[in-house]
């Protein structure tokens, strides 16, 4: 209850205090949504740190020769390395053998750049050549395998016996304004093949 001040008097002076007083209830709501913003706060760290809402993938392994390994477009099986000798000369080469299926819906000449990278030593060779199973072009109708080979243009050439590593990653489709391309997504597998005589 507020006490009226007689007519001709003035109010005593409250002395300020540097705040404003609240009352309970008002303390209680700031409380309350101070606590829900920190805790929105910590929730949004650990979920940063954890690597965000991204779909969760094992990391790259190592699978046998034959196995099938499935991509956006593609089924790849890996068959065999050997270094065989080049068409009309006496030169090595490495090739490595797949057994692949086009998983698209229209067909397809290869698998795109840096799809397939082998692994030479100590040299990642990401630039293939490759053909069909009698050397000419591939052209990859949606849904049948086919037999077909990389060559491998690595500076220094295994030798038969030696082990040499297949890695495989992932496309992802990118599309924009005025472009539509792949690119290059996560590795997802590797096989480990010892090098035969062609």
């Known amino acids: 209850m507020?006490?009226?001040?007689?007519?001709?008097?003035?109010?005593?002076?409250?002395?300020?205090s540097g705040y404003v007083k609240l009352s309970d209830r008002a303390r209680r709501g700031i409380l309350q949504w101070t606590i829900s913003l920190v805790l929105l706060g910590a929730l949004a760290g650990t979920v940063?740190?954890?690597?965000?809402?991204?779909?969760?993938?094992?990391?790259?392994?190592?699978?046998?020769?034959?196995?099938?390994?499935?991509?956006?477009?593609?089924?790849f099986r890996v068959?065999?390395?050997?270094?065989?000798?080049?068409?009309?000369?006496?030169?090595?080469?490495?090739?490595?053998?797949?057994?692949?299926?086009n998983l698209w819906e229209e067909t397809l000449s290869r698998p795109g750049d840096r799809i397939v990278a082998v692994s030479v030593g100590d040299e990642l060779v990401q630039e293939l050549i490759w053909r069909d199973a009698n050397g000419g072009t591939i052209s990859m109708d949606p849904g049948v395998p086919r037999r077909v080979v990389a060559q491998v243009k690595a500076t220094e050439l295994p030798q038969t016996g030696d082990e040499?590593?297949?890695?495989?990653?992932?496309?992802?489709?990118?599309?924009?304004?005025?472009?539509?391309?792949w690119a290059l997504g996560r590795e997802i597998?590797?096989?480990?093949?010892?090098?035969?005589?062609?």
């Open 2 to 16: 507020v006490r009226s001040v007689p007519p001709g008097q003035q109010r005593p002076a409250v002395p300020y």
């Open 48 to 75: 940063a740190v954890l690597g965000g809402f991204e779909p969760v993938h094992t990391p790259p392994g190592y699978v046998q020769p034959g196995e099938p390994q499935r991509t956006t477009r593609w089924e």
């Open 79 to 101: 068959d065999r390395a050997e270094l065989a000798t080049k068409d009309y000369s006496d030169e090595k080469v490495l090739r490595v053998w797949f057994t692949l299926t």
């Open 164 to 181: 040499v590593t297949v890695r495989l990653g992932d496309e992802s489709e990118s599309t924009g304004l005025v472009s539509h391309g």
């Open 189 to 198: 597998n590797a096989v480990k093949l010892t090098v035969e005589q062609g």
